[in-house]
Structures are given as C-alpha cells and as structure tokens.
C-alpha cells in the first residue's frame, strides 16, 4: 500500500549553517505546477478538468514522495533474468524489487494511464480520456519514473493496433487485458522492433515468417526489446516470399504464454545493462518458430506501426518534458534555499540566468507537448487538417525536446553542486534517463530527416503548421500587435526555411536546424497565445514574456560580445522566477523594451 511521505518544510535548510539545501522529497508535484494547470484548463472542457483534477493532485503528491523512492530503489535495483525455475524447469522469468512492482500497481492499477484512452470508466469517467488529459497523468509519473514510461507506452501502443488493425478473434482474445487496470488480469504488451542489421533501417530487417495453419512460425533475433517479458509482443517480420524494404514487412501479435500455458517458443537471451531506464528490463530475443497471429494487411505493416510510432514520439515528447520538469523543480529548490556568500542563489544575477535558462525549454516543451497532444485529439475526431498538423509537431517536438532535456538536466545537477552527482539523489537519474528520448523511436538525425524530408517534403504538413500558427496569433487579439506581427513574420520564415531545405538533397545536413526553428517558431507563438487565454482566465500574462525570450535566445542570432543584462531582463526574470502575476500591459511593456 502507497504510503505519503512526511513533507519537507518549504525553506528547510534555508538559514542552518552546514546543511545541504533540500531537494524535492515531499513536493507534490502537481501543485508546484501552476502552467500545468492553466495548459489544462485551456485545452480540456471545464467538467472533465474538475473531475480529473483531484486525481492529478494525488498523483503530484505520489510522484514527490513514495513513488520517488520507489523509482530510487527500482532503478539500483535492476531486473535480474532467470533461466529456470526452482523445480529446473527451462521457464524464464524476470526478478523485479518489490519497488518496481508498487509502481507498477500505481501506473497500471491505480491511474490506469496506459488505457487512458481506450478504456472507458476509469476513475470512475464514464467515456475514455482525450490525449491531453492522458498525457497530464504521463507527465506527472514520469516526473519520478521514467523507465516504466516505456511499458505504460507500449501497452497503450499494443492496444491501439490491436484495436485498429486486428481481427475480431484477436481483440476478443487481448485486448481486455491489455487495457485492464485490474492487476491480476492485466496484460502488459511489447513492441519488438530493431534489429543488429537495421536500426532505424527497418526494411533491412531479417526476421521471417511462415505460415502454419492459422497462425504463423517466427524465426530470428529482436536486438532491443524493453518490457522484456511483456504477455504480448507487436512486431514486425517478413512473410515467406514477400519482396524487399519496408514494403514487404507484416505486423504480427506474438503472445508470451501459448494457450496450453507453456511459454511460446522464443527465448530472451540476455538483458541489457543500460545507462538509464535501469527499472525496466530491456533484453534481446531470439525467436526459434515462435507462434504469432497477422494483425491487419501484411502488405501494410510498417505503415500500421508507424502510426504507434507516431504515437509514442509524442508520449517521448511528454516524458522528456517531464524529466526537464522534475530538473527545474530540484534547481529552483536549490536556488531558492542555498545560501552563498550570503545571498540565496536565486537571487544573484547567474543564478537568476542560469534558472530561466533551465526554465525556458521546459514551458517549450509543455506547450508543444499539449498543443500536439490536442491535434492528436483532433485528428482522431476526423479533422484532416489536424491530421496533417500532427505529422510535423510530433517528429518536431521528438527531436527538440529529447535534445533539450539532456541539457536541462545536466544543468539542474550543476545547480546543486558536486552533491547533485550522487546517486542518492535524483538529478543523476534525470540526467541517465533523458539520453534515451534521443535514441528512442528514432535518433535526432532519423526523426530530422522524417520532419523535413517526409512530413514537410512529402506531405507539405509545413502548410497545416504555417495555417495554426496565424490562427492563433488571430486569437491572441490582448497580445501587443507588434509582437504578433513579429511571430507572423518568424512563422512565414520558418516555413519557407524548411520547404528550402526539403527541397534538395543537398540541403539535408540543414535539416536539424530547420526541425529546430520549426518548434522554435511554433512554441513562442503557443506561448503568446497561451498567454492571452490564461490573462482571460486570470489576469496573468507572464507566459508571453517566455515568448519573448525564446526569440530572442534560440531564434535570433546574438552578438557574444554584446551585453545582455538590463533593466528590462531583470524585471522579465524576477517575474518569471517570481509567484506574482502580471497583467497583459505590464508584460505588453516589457516585451517592447527587451
């Protein structure tokens, strides 16, 4: 049973002599989260945000304590393989610390989020949940858990194309128990992808297929399979006498257990001893005529687990943002406590620096993770536009996100010092854990080249992007015009940069540095738009002067040898760093004097 633990006083430390300043035990980290809130309440309809409310706070409250200390243990404490069982029987099994499975019990069991939205009733809502609201519970969790982010994802993942693409014998047969919160019935999926011979070259891939009767015989090797031991696996392999590349691979559902209750025929050779996500088990498989069942057309499955693709970039995007989240919580603790030469950190003009520095790519990152969260909600409602609009956000945000969360986490432990390099605490985790989102679903340069090449290139998504950016900026009507012309000008720019660079071949080694404007542009004019809405909510505007500054410190080129502090700047930073709200003409004044 999840116990709370006994919050910290909110200065601990603060005037002891000799004491280390405090971290985050005990924060709730839903109520530290004021633009968590405001996002939501801009994005959900009022009902549903009041009911899901309460269990968010519970959550924050988890996340900051007992779940914390659970993702402490699971993470020193990593899965173990078993080869036989006690009577020597050859029946793998994987060890987990009791740790381990009391997040379990709380990702799966008590908030459900893997089934979030594809299972109506939980936490007593009678329909499913849109993406918005499922991704407030994956961004809270995942600010103490990173590693079990990737089973919540692939189960969600298992189910959607089980649900989308699967015969009515199969779903009748999974899909309950993949989307189950009851923990004695849960089915826990897996995605089984990359292979030695391929990586991101999914067309290379080596794993074949035969058919049997009414199932089909795999052969091969899977190199890098995390939820190891998950019920049921979705992967790809190439049927008997179908052709080469991508063309000729099928989806196929391959169970863990067979029906007799013996194990399928496949065997996972060995886990993996990883730099982060240490919690959760990754392995590599090799299948020996494991039985598996076609889901969907064979000639369309790398199409069909592209969309789960698609899919779990945007989750990547919300868990990197989540770890960026939990970073600056720990930083701005530090700052706000740690005492230097007789002056809180947050206080000196580096500190302050080095906070909105570390603050900045995290409002990015929410912005952009709720504003493709909701194209997703809108696509599936049938809006082709926001179909098209999602195809460029999901791989920009993947890209810039995954790259930002490094950074900021690296940052955050330096806030604290060489005490924040200690395991004890949580910063050397944040920091492990945020290298896999550039690696996971694609490396930077795979998910740039997807951006520019396919979504912009191939799809022409650039122009649903450039059409939402200027109807948001006509939304925005209290944000000062000068500065909505600005954005209007950068978003034009941005494109036609990015159209540039799809274009030509050639013009491929530009295609990070297009992806990034991209989410550059589109992010501060999520911010000023947010800051509109939120100022009609309750009369605060500061998120435009986030705005402001992504312009001005990741768009527009800078003179290093210019000074940057002024007035204007210490103002924009006290604010930010600060708890009082400002009013649109405040703001509206420093945005023109930047």
């Excluded at 509109?532 to 001005?552: C, K, N, Q």
Aim: with cysteine; hydrophobic share 40%; net charge positive.
């Amino acid at each position: 049973m999840l116990k709370p633990v006994t919050a910290q006083p909110k200065n601990a430390s603060a005037e002891q002599s000799g004491l280390l300043a405090p971290d985050t035990t005990g924060m709730n980290f839903y109520r530290a989260d004021p633009a968590l809130t405001d996002l939501l309440r801009i994005h959900l309809p009022d009902t549903l945000f009041r009911h899901i409310e309460p269990h968010l706070d519970r959550l924050g409250e988890l996340a900051g304590g007992v779940l914390d200390e659970c993702a402490r243990l699971a993470d020193r404490h990593t899965p173990v393989l078993h080869q036989r069982d006690k009577f020597g029987r050859d029946v793998q099994w994987i060890e987990y610390h009791p740790a381990y499975r009391e997040l379990e019990n709380a990702a799966f069991g008590q908030f459900g989020i893997h089934a979030l939205s594809l299972r109506k009733g939980i936490m007593g809502w009678p329909d499913k949940y849109p993406v918005v609201a499922k991704h407030a519970f994956t961004f809270l969790f995942n600010q103490t858990e990173f590693g079990m982010g990737c089973p919540i994802n692939v189960t969600d993942g298992c189910a959607k194309l089980l649900a989308n693409f699967g015969s009515e014998a199969l779903k009748a047969k999974y899909l309950d128990g993949l989307t189950s919160t009851d923990m004695s019935k849960l089915t826990q999926g897996g995605q089984f992808m990359t292979e030695k011979e391929g990586g991101s070259d999914v067309g290379t891939l080596t794993t074949r297929a035969v058919q049997e009767g009414d199932h089909w015989r795999l052969t091969g090797e899977k190199w890098f399979c995390s939820n190891a031991d998950a019920k049921v696996v979705m992967l790809l392999a190439r049927p008997e006498g179908a052709g080469p590349g991508t063309r000729g691979v099928g989806l196929f559902l391959m169970p863990r257990f067979l029906d007799d209750g013996s194990q399928n025929h496949y065997r996972i050779v060995r886990l993996k001893d990883k730099l982060g996500t240490r919690s959760m088990a990754s392995g590599e498989i090799k299948l020996e005529g494991a039985i598996a069942y076609a889901v969907g057309k064979l000639d369309r499955g790398f199409v069909q687990m592209a969309e789960m693709v698609n899919s779990s970039r945007l989750s990547n995007g919300v868990k990197s943002t989540a770890l960026m989240r939990r970073a600056y919580h720990d930083a701005m603790t530090v700052a706000t406590n740690r005492v230097v030469f007789g002056q809180r950190i947050i206080d000196l003009p580096l500190g302050r620096r080095q906070m909105l520095k570390i603050m900045l790519p995290v409002e990015q990152g929410l912005s952009m993770s709720f504003l493709t969260a909701d194209a997703l909600d809108r696509a599936e409602a049938g809006s082709q536009d926001a179909a098209a609009l999602l195809r460029i956000l999901t791989p920009t945000l993947k890209f810039r996100a995954t790259r930002d969360a490094r950074k900021v986490c690296g940052d955050a432990l330096e806030m604290r010092g060489g005490i924040g390099y200690i395991e004890q605490f949580a910063t050397p985790r944040l920091l492990r854990d945020a290298h896999l989102g550039s690696v996971w679903e694609g490396t930077g340069n795979i998910v740039a080249i997807d951006a520019l090449r396919r979504a912009v290139g191939r799809h022409g998504a650039e122009s649903a992007l450039a059409a939402d950016l200027h109807a948001r900026l006509d939304d925005s009507a209290s944000v000062p015009q000068a500065w909505r012309d600005n954005l209007r000008g950068l978003v034009d720019r941005a494109v036609g940069f990015a159209r540039e660079v799809a274009g030509k071949s050639e013009n491929e080694a530009d295609a990070r540095r297009a992806t990034s404007l991209l989410y550059h542009v589109a992010s501060a004019v999520a911010l000023a738009w947010e800051s509109h809405r939120i100022h009609e909510m309750r009369g605060d505007a500061r998120r435009l002067l986030l705005s402001r500054l992504v312009i001005d410190h990741r768009v527009t080129p800078s003179d290093p040898f210019r000074l940057t502090e002024n007035a204007a700047q210490a103002k924009i930073a006290a604010l930010l760093l600060g708890d009082r709200s400002a009013g649109m003409s405040e703001v509206g004044e420093l945005v023109r004097a930047a």
